[in-house]
């Protein structure tokens, strides 16, 4: 059992407790592997067993959700190591899967499991979110087994935080026999031998993510493993919160660029004030969003049209704001934020993974425009 | 050589990561050289970045290069006056801008082209055999070019930060010297008249796409409403020779803002255009089938249509003020003199506001409103907006209908004039005439 449990959630200070334990586990044991993480591969799942004890991974599920906490653990992780704080999201949302699926199968003990960081798992959500957009087409395929469960087959070109004996949850379109489209299913793929790995090139970044390729064929889903069925009402119930839950990344680069800045402020201040981002004006616009994501984080599940377009704007702001923190980082440190071994450059593609990851300010963009634009009659869609 | 070799090279696209082999430069890394056909490559053979088999390729074509956008793609200037809305109250403002100041920058975010048209013509322009292209005085790149603004098409304005004087667009965020809301209003469509079954006509493109789906042949047409728009309307498409239904909650049309004497005339204007008025109920469901729409009353009536038409008001979009903590009453709430909002560095004129809570949806303030925002932002001396009580014109073209002044349902109308054709009413208070009304022409008077 998770030991907060006891606790009540809503208390301030037991808030500001799991924060401070976050914190420690960030600042102290995570910031001296950031390096290792990034360019060595060292996937850190002792640092996520440490946070799933101090709590940082399951604030938003339970009795007494708080979305704002465990975006700002993923904040107070993403500050000192960006990949790390990917691996808290994933494991975050994968966990948001489990808890809402309603499968007795996938909650108790094993849900357990996974919030107080004892089992891993992450997200294969990319591809299904951009095809249920219609920005490309859906990577696995799924077949009745005749048996009540499905066969599922096909290719998913990068998933993070997996790794044999983790899992994901992962979508797939469902086909019958005639090879007509019959839905979706959602379902939790448990990285098992009947599962191919396939390693990935080399990134710029992000190394210790522990992201492979899948190749599924005929992996079987029976009712144990299915997390929706159909899945587009579980996917619409989900998704703001799955985005919102991003916004951690964001702030968390951003106000290590920012810690960045101040570093150096005593020694290169008279310079850096011919910079324009200054600190106060990033430390003004890092306010506005956390004060921002505070607010939404209260309705996750708020399911208008005008909390996703609030929640979609902060994401997308979130990530344009990380690149330009970033980069300004690295003008106001110079040569020592160059280093290979500097924060500040790798803040640079850990704020670029952040605008790239799906949703990627592109498609965050596109869903904005899908989502204003007014219907028209006979299929024609226009501007307002 | 065999025919095979002497097709052009192909490209084929991974379907798991969208990487593309190219027949031409092969994949050397993988073992094949320049020049592999896709036919010739081992079945074993595996995608360079992502490891699926070449069973997982397609055929790819690249796509035909999009069309250059109309308008130059400027960066828009971070000490920009930004505008959001071009309809007749954003383009207003530009003109009195650049009428004081040819130098300002001003960026111009649109949802729309931005095209300059006048709106009230959509309303009597179907009986006249127009289009949608004809009805564009000026397009707006062209207006751009003209006025020397930035002007950002097809853009939403999805987020605004007081604060940090930023706005944030479905194409990138800015930081603005000046922020001017001139978004309009929208159609406020009730739950039973569903967006892609209903055509509303409070733009430009709306009512093209009505007009088409209407032209070539008499429809029938259901308006829902019998408001101003929708009286107009059932006028415009009964000129035009379709066979009209208006339906209405109140028993007459415009019942909610006209005393019954002018009710009664204007419903036996539209009787003789043979327009069919369904009062006393609501729309229920409007449903598609294969030759139409069906219309099910609340009466339990129901009707088989070729096309609806909402006219059931128009609501001011809240969460952009909200979000960017505007006071907000039924619009944006503006000051009355100075259409500032309550919050620094953001005015707002047009459909969108409300002053002291009420909307005020006419064209005449607009210039009105766009003169005394300009000078404010410029630093130009201007005595201030001064509101009024617009005139109430009903374009319908056989029975103009005028209202001016302020009137109070609570007070009763006098009659000053009546006769078959001509209908002439005030109200009074202490003696002042407060309020007139006129329904029909008023009869000439011969020469003395």
């Given at each position: 059992m998770n030991s907060l449990q006891s606790l009540p959630a809503e208390a301030p200070d037991h808030a500001d407790a799991l924060l401070e334990r976050v914190a420690d586990i960030a600042d102290g044991p995570l910031a001296a592997l950031a390096y290792r993480i990034d360019q060595e591969g060292h996937y850190p799942l002792e640092i996520m067993r440490a946070l799933g004890e101090a709590g940082g991974l399951d604030a938003h599920l339970g009795e007494h959700p708080r979305f704002d906490l465990a975006i700002g653990a993923m904040q107070r992780v993403a500050r000192r190591c960006g990949t790390t704080g990917f691996l808290v999201w994933a494991h975050q949302v994968c966990g948001l899967y489990m808890a809402r699926s309603g499968n007795p199968a996938l909650a108790g003990a094993r849900l357990d499991a996974h919030r107080r960081g004892a089992r891993f798992g992450g997200t294969a959500l990319s591809n299904p979110m951009k095809a249920l957009s219609g920005i490309e087409r859906m990577a696995l395929r799924a077949r009745p087994d005749g048996h009540g469960g499905y066969r599922v087959s096909g290719v998913l070109p990068w998933v993070s935080h997996i790794a044999p004996g983790q899992y994901c949850g992962a979508l797939a379109q469902v086909r019958d026999d005639r090879d007509r489209i019959q839905g979706e299913i959602m379902f939790l793929l448990e990285c098992d031998d009947q599962v191919e790995l396939r390693p990935c090139p080399t990134f710029s970044g992000m190394e210790g993510s522990s992201t492979w390729g899948i190749r599924l064929q005929d992996y079987p889903v029976g009712a144990e493993r299915l997390i929706a069925d159909p899945a587009r009402p579980f996917i619409a119930e989900v998704r703001a919160g799955f985005i919102l839950l991003q916004a951690g990344m964001a702030l968390g680069v951003a106000q290590g660029s920012l810690d960045s800045i101040l570093e150096v402020e005593g020694q290169l201040g008279h310079v850096n004030r011919f910079l324009d981002q200054r600190p106060d004006t990033l430390r003004a616009e890092l306010e506005d969003l956390e004060r921002r994501a505070g607010l939404l984080a209260a309705t996750p599940y708020d399911d208008s049209r005008d909390y996703l377009l609030d929640v979609l704007d902060l994401r997308t702001q979130g990530a344009d704001f990380a690149l330009r923190a970033a980069q300004s980082a690295m003008l106001h440190q110079g040569a020592r934020g160059y280093a290979l071994s500097a924060a500040a450059q790798r803040r640079l593609r850990e704020a670029q993974f952040v605008a790239i990851v799906t949703p990627a300010i592109k498609h965050l963009r596109w869903e904005m425009d899908r989502l204003c634009r007014e219907q028209w009659p006979a299929g024609e869609e226009t501007s307002a | 050589m065999s025919d095979h070799d002497q097709r052009p090279w192909r490209q084929y696209i991974c379907l798991a990561c969208g990487l593309i082999y190219d027949e031409e430069q092969g994949d050397p890394d993988g073992g094949l050289p320049p020049g592999t056909r896709f036919e010739d490559i081992p079945d074993d053979w595996e995608c360079p970045l992502c490891g699926v088999g070449k069973g997982d390729f397609e055929l790819y074509e690249p796509p035909?290069?999009?069309?250059?956008?109309?308008a130059p793609a400027v960066a828009p200037s971070r000490d920009s006056i930004v505008v959001v809305g071009a309809g007749l109250a954003g383009w207003s403002l530009v003109e009195a801008l650049r009428a004081l100041d040819q130098e300002v920058p001003i960026t111009l975010v649109t949802a729309c082209q931005g095209d300059i048209y006048h709106k009230p013509e959509l309303s009597v322009a179907l009986s006249r055999g127009l289009r949608a292209p004809a009805l564009a005085r000026e397009s707006g790149a062209d207006a751009a070019r003209r006025l020397g603004v930035t002007l950002l098409a097809e853009t939403f304005a999805v987020g605004i930060s007081p604060a940090l004087r930023q706005l944030r667009t479905t194409r990138g965020a800015f930081t603005y010297r000046a922020l001017v809301l001139a978004h309009g209003a929208r159609p406020a469509l009730?739950?039973?008249?569903?967006e892609p079954l209903c055509w509303r006509i409070n733009h430009l493109h709306g009512w093209g796409g009505l007009q088409a789906a209407l032209d070539g042949a008499p429809r029938r047409v259901a308006v829902v409403g019998a408001g101003m728009i929708g009286c107009e309307l059932a006028e415009d498409l009964a000129h035009a020779g379709h066979a009209v239904t208006l339906i209405d909650q109140q028993s007459g049309p415009l019942a909610g803002l006209l005393p019954s004497p002018a009710v009664d005339r204007l419903a036996r204007h539209l009787d003789r255009l043979g327009v069919t008025f369904l009062g006393d109920t609501g729309v229920a469901t409007v449903t598609a089938t294969a030759a139409g729409r069906t219309v099910h009353l609340e009466d339990g009536r129901s009707l088989a249509v070729d096309q609806v038409v909402a006219a059931t008001g128009l609501v001011t979009e809240s969460r952009l003020a909200r979000q960017a903590g505007l006071a907000f009453e039924r619009g944006i709430a503006v000051s009355a003199d100075t259409l500032a909002t309550s919050v620094d560095g953001i005015h707002a004129l047009g459909d969108c506001i409300s002053i002291d809570g009420a909307p005020c949806r006419f064209i005449e303030p607009i210039p009105r409103q766009a003169e005394a925002i300009a000078h404010h932002l410029l630093d130009r001396p201007h005595p201030g907006y001064r509101h009024r009580a617009p005139v109430v014109r009903l374009k319908t073209r056989q029975l103009p209908i005028v209202l001016r002044g302020a009137p109070d349902p609570a007070l009763s109308w006098e009659v000053e004039h009546e006769n078959d054709d001509y209908l002439a009413l005030r109200q009074c208070r202490d003696g002042e005439t407060t309020a007139s009304l006129t329904v029909g022409r008023p009869p000439r008077r011969d020469a003395a």
């Open positions: - | 035909a290069a999009a069309p250059a956008p109309a009730p739950p039973a008249l569903p």
